[in-house]
């Protein structure tokens, strides 16, 4: 059997060793179009940030490693433009080192897509202008830290404010650059609950950060050997333009071969990654997922479902009927000294998916209260009046925050209700936590609201 690979990085790659080591005499290749394999991309922001650090100390495993220990045919440098799925192959474009491009055809018994996803850039005058930069690969990263050093980069405006948006605005600021942020949205993060959205905006804040939200951008010029930021009432002078408005699932080659997409246009895979070919699986960024709390498609891309979406491809095609189960959307970031965490839907997402939510947003404390170093956790919870099930939580705090969440994606996994939930046995120590854990004090709070009428007020504060 050949298995073969579009995509180099997290899907990809954990389908190929556990492929490798299910069935070592089996012909794998993996066709990755940069010359990067198996990285920690989310570890991007945080290398950028230190500029004494190279960007290759994140490579998990270079290239060459999976050839010669492995027996893993990885081609870098090859660019897949076409597949061809009545006659099992694709084709594609080489890059050679002399800069020439050579074609190639490769045929498949089995094919996994695991494109990853691409950044937003709009189609806008100016955004292909040099230091105008987007943070998606490895090469991405190599190319703003050597830019910030050659340019001696003083000054950066980022247009957006997602994940990787803030995280980079740290990034900068630990480098004593100037950071304006601008996006075309009111509201700081949309998708956030009021109170935490505002408490985290004062953090960003706090680090003399510009933030310019409800500021729609028309153009990109140069302008005395600067960039030029044109919005519709003002301009904003730097030395380097982020484009971190968000990602797309890489799709196109799927599409064109008439496989078919879902939500967002992802590439639609069933619950063992397959899509509707039969012998094409995808995973990673570029695919969808089914959501545990609702049961319908989402598209959320994540780390941790690549590599184990990978892994149930490689299982699959080795001839067990592996399925794995949905996403509940859990992700954590940080922004300067605050943790920032979600899992699950928030009350608007709940109603759009026929719940009748309730939620409660609360501020206490990381430690008991009588323990020195405790600060102040705000923490937002979401359930359904109509059967008491737990839909999802955010929470944001200077300590405490990151791995808390992850009891809320369990009891999401395992449909628990609010009240189940509230009678779960947290570990509890002063330096860690009040002996009611904030996420206890919380889920006491939803229940009470449950049981009252709110119906003229889906969400109180």
Not at 194 to 209: A, G, M, N, Q, R
Not at 344 to 355: C, M, Q, S, W, Y
Request: one cysteine or more; aromatic letters at 8%.
């Amino acid at each position: 059997m050949r298995f073969l690979i579009i995509g180099g990085d997290a899907a990809g790659m954990s389908a190929a060793s556990r492929a490798k080591r299910n069935m070592p005499d089996m012909e794998i290749i993996v066709l990755e179009k940069t010359d990067d394999v198996s990285y920690s991309a989310c570890g991007m922001p945080y290398n950028i940030a230190d500029k004494e650090r190279k960007i290759e100390d994140l490579v998990v495993r270079e290239a060459r490693v999976f050839r010669e220990k492995q027996g893993i045919s990885v081609l870098t440098g090859h660019f897949v433009r076409k597949i061809d799925p009545m006659g099992k192959k694709v084709f594609g474009i080489y890059n050679q080192k002399n800069d020439q491009e050579k074609p190639f055809e490769y045929s498949y018994d089995k094919l996994l897509i695991a494109t990853g996803g691409s950044p937003v850039v709009p189609d806008l005058p100016g955004f292909d202008l040099p230091g105008v930069m987007v943070l998606k690969n490895l090469d991405h990263g190599r190319k703003i830290k050597a830019y910030i050093k050659e340019n001696n980069v003083r000054n950066v405006v980022i247009i957006g404010m997602g994940y990787i948006g803030l995280e980079m605005c740290e990034a900068f600021r630990a480098q004593s650059i100037n950071v304006t942020m601008v996006k075309p949205g009111a509201i700081f993060l949309p998708w956030m609950a009021e109170k935490l959205s505002d408490t985290l905006k004062k953090e960003v804040e706090s680090h003399d950060v510009k933030i310019h939200a409800g500021y729609q951008v028309e153009k990109i010029e140069l302008k005395d050997n600067h960039l030029n930021v044109v919005c519709e009432n003002n301009s904003y002078e730097a030395d380097m333009v982020l484009i971190a408005i968000g990602v797309n699932p890489g799709n196109e080659l799927a599409i064109e071969a008439g496989i078919k997409t879902s939500i967002k246009n992802s590439i639609a895979v069933d619950k063992n990654l397959l899509t509707s070919n039969e012998n094409i699986y995808a995973a990673g960024d570029c695919a969808d997922a089914y959501h545990v709390v609702t049961d319908k498609k989402t598209w959320i891309p994540l780390a941790l479902r690549a590599n184990r979406a990978g892994w149930a491809v490689a299982d699959n095609i080795c001839g067990k009927n592996i399925e794995i189960p949905g996403v509940a959307g859990t992700a954590v970031f940080k922004v300067f000294d605050f943790e920032v965490a979600r899992t699950g839907l928030t009350d608007k997402e709940a109603v759009k998916f026929g719940f009748t939510p309730a939620c409660v947003t609360i501020k206490t404390r990381s430690r008991a209260h009588a323990h020195p170093g405790s600060s102040d956790i705000w923490i937002y919870m979401v359930g359904d009046k109509k059967t008491g099930r737990l839909l999802g939580a955010q929470m944001v705090g200077r300590e405490g925050v990151a791995h808390r969440i992850n009891a809320v994606a369990v009891a999401l996994h395992s449909h628990m209700s609010v009240e189940q939930f509230s009678q779960t046995d947290l570990a509890y120590a002063p330096p860690f936590s009040p002996v009611w854990d904030p996420l206890l004090t919380t889920a006491n709070q939803l229940l009470k609201r449950i049981y009252i009428d709110t119906s003229n007020n889906i969400c109180q504060d």
